[in-house]
């Protein structure tokens, strides 16, 4: 059969896809809340603690984050110090769900006693062991994570976020 140009083929294939329920949260760093909804039904709320500001990195960033991979374990380190430094840490967690290029996770955090009540992390979305592994084994790739309640903009280029941008910003940088 052909099929164009310089190419021939001899077999139709069919595929099928299957789209999945839509799974979405929202991080609310006022009320210290993210709130994960199946198919726009809430699912669980969980108690958490965002970014602290204590430096303008250490603020959650407001805006739409994705899920782009998961750790059951892993070493957050603080950005931009050595061992050595003032501010310097190296912390092992549990749980780790990463959703920006720059380093913000949700995750495991069971030294962080005011989940659910003041934000004190840096920069992450903390929360309880069993609460960040059941947010761990339902996260998929892409899955959207809403925060709201930062003064720190989360960058449209700090990792999947290009979609966030406007369509006629999107359109201002094409070629066409």
Request: negative net charge.
């Amino acid at each position: 059969m052909f099929l164009g140009g310089d190419t021939w083929g001899d077999e139709n294939y069919e595929a099928v896809m299957e789209i999945g329920r839509s799974q979405t949260s929202h991080a609310d760093l006022e009320t210290h809340t993210m709130t994960v909804k199946f198919d726009g039904e809430v699912e669980k709320e969980i108690p958490i603690s965002g970014g602290n500001g204590e430096e303008w990195e250490y603020y959650t960033a407001t805006g739409v984050h994705l899920v782009m991979e998961k750790f059951a374990d892993k070493v957050m380190v603080s950005p931009g110090r050595e061992e050595g430094d003032e501010g310097y840490y190296s912390t092992p967690v549990k749980w780790a769900t990463r959703i920006n290029a720059s380093g913000e996770f949700v995750h495991g955090a069971p030294w962080n006693g005011s989940l659910g009540s003041a934000n004190l992390s840096h920069g992450c979305l903390n929360a309880s062991d069993g609460n960040a592994e059941w947010f761990y084994g339902i996260a998929q790739r892409g899955d959207p994570v809403d925060v709201t309640g930062s003064p720190r903009e989360m960058p449209w280029n700090n990792g999947w976020g290009f979609w966030i941008k406007s369509w006629d910003d999107w359109k201002s940088g094409s070629a066409l």
